[in-house]
């Protein structure tokens, strides 16, 4: 066997990843979410807020695809204390840098699972005088779901209770740079 006839696995064609959304897929329902939110907000005052790291591909995509005027600001936050299980308890890691008051709010994330960190984040968020806060999500994974009520205003696909990543979405800082969402095989092997 010839060295050329080898293919080489990158990141983009690990076998340990099933593709659930292709890159394409992504884009065509990002650029509706984007219009539903222009038609939504026109004539609004909006900011988008980006919860980090996760949401900042999807984020990025999502303005680019809502033609309106807005400003856009980040958050980070944490509620895994142990590094597996949300706790709930969230700690602000990096605060906005302007204020809410007054302003219509999309918070942006990746990915809703269990719902405690967004659910407490919605709540400090709720306390400095926005006109309404809405959430977008480009994921939403409801079997795990703990905090039921968490309403996701603007959702990309509902997904089943499996481990994925891609598209701004990780496992310990690897993969998301992957252009489509992947539900890892063997998570044993990520």
Known sequence: MSASSVQKTTEFTNTNLEILYSAEQIAARVRELGAQ????YAEKDLIVIGVLKGSCIFMADLIRA????????FMSVSSYKDGTKSTG?????K???QPIRGKDVIVVEDIVDTGLTLFRLMEILGSRGANSIK????LDKPEPRIKK???IDYCG???PNK???GYGLDVAGRYRNLPFIGVVVNPTMA
């Open 37 to 40: 939110i222009a038609r939504d």
């Open 66 to 73: 809502t033609d309106l005027p807005l400003a856009i600001d």
């Open 89 to 93: 308890d969230v700690e602000i890691l």
């Open 95 to 97: 605060d906005l840098s």
């Open 135 to 138: 959430i977008a999500s480009l």
């Open 149 to 151: 009520e968490l309403k």
């Open 157 to 159: 696909f509902q997904i």
């Open 163 to 165: 481990f994925v990543v």
